[in-house]
């Protein structure tokens, strides 16, 4: 499975890329949505991929049952995606605001404003 | 000793205090400080005399090889005496000179610390503390020339003296070090005793070439001098002090001392008496063109420093014995002479010298004076200046030079003589010039140091042996580094040098009777001297500002995206290149896969590329939801069940929030060129093709071993906790996830503000950050650095990008109005309508806020 994550992966980065690449701001915070996600499924699949055994322990066992799936990455996952979550809710609000006051969702014009 | 550079420079902290319970008199208060220390300096005469040398030891920072070392030598003492010695009468000068001067006290205070700078530069022994001191005069210098700021002449020329000697000062630093690897120490004393051969150390041309760029920078050689004259923009003490008797004299201070260690050589020989007899030319050519007189004095200075140089790189004996009284002579008379310039300008109200004569007869006292430091300028009997001259004519005849530098040495001796008389006669002899203001000679405290210093000058020169007994012998033997048998005489018999003296004397004469005519015929040579070393300082300035606006151009152009694809592009490229030279790719497809997993990716990989090629946003939103839901799947696919939970509520939250703001935002509009598109595609697929490689090379590489092993065995014993993601996120990593929930709260914080303050501009409203409003439309000036037509080409295209928005937003209006339309249509008519009030509630607000705005 590994390798085709792999290339799924590269897709979203090469779609995330794009996308911050454009001259909207909108673009922009859609592009770090999908570079945040392919960032998760990054590290998700480079810690290797196991089905069907979550990382739980059996109730009144110490230890859990057979092979399970490798529980840190999954946390560092689990943080990331709710950090992503609270920058995205930020940057919306943001650019909202941005837009408001000087009328342009376009990068390039942005710059003029730092006046 | 190392008291005596500290005392200076409390005391000059605590001039500003001073002044304001002395006020006029602060200058000959502070005054008594250097006097005091000439004193102190004096009373070791006997010792040096004897040979001995003090040495006060004080480790600084022992760990990086710095002490606060002071030696006193000959050579230190002779510099000593003349730093402290001139300086009490530069400060008795200098209070009357500018008396009432609003910032009087602002210069005592840079001049006391320029003292204890050049007194801490001479006295160093270590290398780096050395350096340190030398850097201060230079910015102390740089504060007394710029000390009329409101000038910018003064500024410019400030500027001028600081980039060319700090310049060189860094050239100086790196030959420092190499001296001190070479030397095996930072201790100039240490490196003096070592049996190391510096001459022969592989770096010795490396670092001769940096120590004489900092030394000849310093010294104003050429082709470094222009800054020297432009320096004359500093008020009269200060050209009087630093630049005749103390600061120029520093890189010759440098060059003499490390002589020992690295003289000698045929490199060190050449190069010295090229430049030497380059500077003295230079320098004595431009000063008979000049008519301001400290314009004359400051080339003539030129010439002086060019000599010692030159005597310098002779490396005999005899040189080193001219050496030392020449830079004593030239200290008297020309501090001297600065004064008294100063004086003429002071009470005349002008320093050309074609507008000044007959002033003997008002200024008696002051022509006398100007008169017997000319002498001593021009080399007459029987003034201290004529025994120098005396001694360098006879070490030239007899050193390792060839004749084109002896004649270049006459040739400048002849136009010396032209100098003295210009100054000595021109304003104080002749047809009386009316001035604009009454003349009276000058106060007594001016006069004290022209006064004193041209007594010594001719006391030395009718005393020489004892002269050179007490001071310049010790002197020239610290140079040399070994014992020198001579002493200095008034007379050596009719010979060689005393024959070439009478007859620089005799021309010199001649032409300073034609001296106008001179000047005439010289004009000619103009256009040479506009393209001379200056003018390529100048262009070099030039050409710093050009490289550095096409650098901010091209680098700090402003624009996002640019930035992003400089910063992409090179993580892709140092990335790519270490991966790739480095490890392998194995791909391994020999997977087991299953139909549903390869459907959920596939519906991954489409939306994303959905994503990236829509123009509509409700389309962009929905993709964006599938690619969210996708990666939900994948994780619980792949036995996360709790990223599965997250990435579900999330993603829903994601798009509501998505929904609720994108609609009030313009819609897409395609303003990239195809030839844009394709450039970032390329870029994009780039950064993919990367990650993937990088995922594939990452599966098979283990660094560390894993420390999930330890967590899993401990959740359930240490923890009490079942779900072992959860245990990690609130037991092991529980700080980090504190500092998540903080950067949430502060998000909702943010966004919290954004929503609920509105930006007002009515008076007496409340105004929170961020709440900058511009008028819409508006197109700063922001492109200072462009050129005209440039300026106008963005404009332009600004312009043409704002139609096009304007035509697209149109159109965007018009698609949003249809599908509102529809939408209300639908059976969720009610959510709709409440959405669709609160949003028209916010866009009155809006509106109302962009009135206010316009």
Same mark, same amino acid.
């Given at each position: ?115 | ?45 006997? +010792? ?15 760990? +990086? ?101 700090? &310049? ?21 004393? @240490? ?165 000044? &004569? ?12 100007? +008169? ?17 001259? @005396? ?7 007899? &050193? ?6 002896? +004649? ?117 040579? =103009? ?6 070393? @200056? ?52 791909? =391994? ?124 065995? =401990? ?50 409203? =409340? ?22 037509? @440039? ?64």
């Amino acid at each position: 499975m590994e390798p085709i994550m792999a290339i799924a992966v590269g897709c979203l980065y090469a779609a995330a890329i794009y996308m911050m690449l454009r001259r909207s701001i909108v673009k922009l915070v859609i592009g770090l949505m999908l570079l945040s996600n392919a960032a998760n499924l990054l590290i998700f699949t480079s810690a290797g991929m196991t089905r069907g055994a979550p990382p739980l322990i059996p109730v009144g066992a110490m230890q859990p049952e057979g092979i399970i799936a490798d529980p840190l990455p999954q946390a560092l996952i689990l943080t990331a995606i709710v950090i992503a979550f609270g920058v995205l809710a930020f940057a919306v609000v943001l650019i909202h605001r941005a837009y408001n006051i000087i009328h342009t969702d376009n990068l390039d014009q942005m710059k003029d404003t730092d006046t | 000793m190392q008291l005596s550079v500290l005392v200076i420079y409390l005391l000059a902290a605590l001039t500003p205090w001073l002044y304001s319970k002395q006020q006029a008199r602060t200058a000959n208060i502070l005054a008594l400080l250097p006097a005091a220390l000439t004193l102190w300096f004096a009373s070791h005469i006997p +010792l040096i005399t004897s040979g001995g040398i003090l040495v006060h030891e004080y480790a600084w920072i022992p760990g +990086l090889d710095i002490s606060l070392t002071m030696v006193l030598d000959g050579l230190s003492l002779m510099f000593a005496l003349l730093i402290c010695g001139i300086g009490t009468f530069i400060l008795l000068y200098a209070g009357s000179y500018l008396k009432g001067h609003k910032d009087l006290a602002r210069f005592l205070v840079t001049l006391l610390a320029f003292m204890g700078s050049m007194l801490g530069l001479i006295l160093a022994d270590n290398l780096i503390t050395l350096f340190v001191f030398w850097e201060l005069t230079s910015i102390t210098s740089y504060l007394l020339i710029g000390f009329k700021h409101e000038s910018a002449d003064a500024r410019k020329a400030a500027l001028q003296g600081l980039i060319v000697t700090v &310049g060189g000062g860094l050239a100086l630093l790196a030959g420092l070090i190499m001296l001190a690897g070479a030397g095996g120490s930072y201790s100039l004393q @240490e490196i003096f005793n070592s049996s190391e051969v510096l001459s022969e150390h592989p770096l010795y041309v490396g670092m001769m070439i940096c120590i004489l760029l900092g030394a000849f920078t310093k010294s104003a050689q050429f082709p470094f001098h222009f800054w020297l004259p432009n320096a004359m923009a500093a008020p009269t003490p200060v050209s009087a002090y630093l630049h005749s008797a103390t600061m120029v004299k520093a890189g010759i201070y440098l060059m003499a001392r490390l002589y020992p260690e690295l003289g000698g050589t045929e490199f060190w020989i050449n190069t010295l008496t090229s430049f030497g007899a380059l500077t003295m030319l230079t320098g004595a050519f431009m000063a008979v063109r000049s008519t301001d007189l400290k314009k004359l004095l400051a080339y003539s200075t030129v010439m002086a420093l060019g000599t010692l140089t030159l005597l310098l790189g002779l490396s005999t004996e005899l040189a080193m014995m001219a050496f030392a009284a020449y830079l004593l002579a030239h200290s008297l008379y020309k501090g001297a002479l600065f004064m008294l310039a100063g004086i003429v300008d002071h009470e005349t109200g002008t320093r050309d010298v074609t507008q000044l &004569g007959g002033l003997r007869k008002l200024m008696p006292i002051t022509a006398i004076c100007t +008169l017997i430091a000319a002498f001593s300028l021009a080399g007459l009997p029987p003034m201290f200046g004529f025994v120098a001259k @005396e001694l360098l004519l006879e070490s030239l005849l007899k &050193g390792p030079v060839g004749l084109l530098i002896i +004649l270049m040495v006459i040739t400048s001796a002849i136009f010396v003589v032209v100098v003295a008389a210009v100054i000595a006669l021109k304003p104080f002899y002749g047809r009386f010039v009316p001035q604009a203001r009454t003349i009276h000679e000058a106060p007594k405290l001016m006069l004290a140091g022209p006064v004193v210093l041209t007594t010594l000058s001719l006391l030395a020169g009718l005393f020489p042996a004892v002269t050179g007994q007490l001071i310049t012998l010790p002197a020239s033997m610290a140079v040399a580094g070994q014992p020198i048998e001579g002493y200095l005489a008034l007379w050596h018999g009719i010979n060689l040098p005393l024959l070439l003296s009478i007859i620089s004397l005799a021309v010199g004469y001649g032409l300073y009777r034609y001296w106008d005519t001179l000047r005439d015929t010289l004009r000619i040579l =103009n256009p040479i001297i506009e393209r001379g070393p @200056e003018a390529g300082y100048f262009r070099f300035m030039q050409g710093i500002v050009i490289v550095s606006e096409w650098q901010t151009r091209v680098l700090q152009n402003g624009s996002m995206r640019n930035y992003l694809r400089t910063i992409i592009l090179t993580f892709v490229g140092v990335t790519g290149y270490t991966l790739l030279w480095r490890y392998q790719v194995h791909w =391994n497809w020999d997977v087991s896969v299953y139909l549903h997993e390869i459907v959920v990716v596939l519906i991954l990989v489409s939306a994303a590329a959905a994503v990236s090629i829509t123009g509509s946003r409700l389309g962009a939103v929905a993709t964006m939801g599938s690619v969210g839901f996708s990666v939900a799947l994948i994780f619980i696919l792949f036995s996360a069940t709790d990223l599965g939970i997250t990435q579900i509520l999330v993603e829903t939250l994601t798009v509501i929030l998505l929904v609720l703001v994108l609609f009030r935002l313009p819609g897409f509009s395609s303003t990239s060129t195809p030839a844009e598109r394709g450039r970032d595609a390329f870029v994009a697929v780039l950064t993919g093709v990367l990650m993937t490689l990088l995922i594939m090379i990452t599966i098979d590489v283990q660094l560390f071993p894993s420390i999930s092993d330890y967590m899993i065995e =401990n959740s359930q014993p240490l923890a009490y906790g079942r779900n072992i993601v959860n245990v990690i996120l609130v037991d092991y990593r529980a700080l980090d996830t504190l500092g998540e929930i903080f950067v949430l709260a502060l998000a909702a914080l943010g966004v919290y503000a954004m929503i609920k303050f509105r930006p007002d501009t009515q008076p007496g409203a =409340n105004h929170y950050a961020g709440t900058l409003i511009l008028p819409p439309k508006q197109v700063p000036e922001k492109h200072l650095v462009l050129s005209l037509d @440039e300026r106008k080409q963005i404009k332009e295209e600004q312009i043409r990008a704002e139609k096009l928005r304007i035509k697209a937003e149109a159109e965007a209006k018009i698609a949003t109005e249809t599908s509102s339309l529809t939408a209300s249509n639908s059976s969720n008519a009610t959510e709709d309508d409440s959405l669709n009030t609160t949003s028209s509630d916010e866009q009155s607000n809006n509106s109302e806020s962009n009135k206010g705005a316009q």
